[in-house]
């Protein structure tokens, strides 16, 4: 037998089993996308998140309110770490303070 003709026999085999394989992939139905589940672990005792959602709340007001510039330092320099060490800085030790009544006020 002729090489040409086993050659178009493999063609037309795989074109076949290609276009088969599609036709089966359609006929499934898509698969739904499960949503991706972050978890966020937040200290119980650590006044930040909250002192840092106020600040949000305040809005154009907390660029002006040393509570909140320091709450973000902070938040910066647990994100950023240390740079002299390249370690996150100790949270516990450089937490800011509760918030004050004015800030709490201000909501």
Excluded: Y
């Amino acid at each position: 037998m002729d090489t040409k003709l086993f050659a178009r026999i493999g063609a037309i085999a795989f074109v076949a089993v290609a276009i088969t394989m599609t036709a089966l992939e359609l006929r499934e139905e898509p698969r739904s996308a499960e949503p991706e589940v972050i978890t966020v672990f937040e200290l119980d005792n650590d006044p930040l998140p909250g002192v840092l959602r106020q600040c949000a709340a305040m809005g154009e007001a907390a660029t002006s309110s040393r509570i909140c510039i320091d709450a973000w330092a902070e938040k910066r320099r647990r994100f950023l770490g240390d740079p002299h060490t390249g370690e996150p800085s100790p949270a516990a030790s450089t937490a800011p303070a509760a918030p004050s009544p004015a800030l709490q006020e201000g909501q």
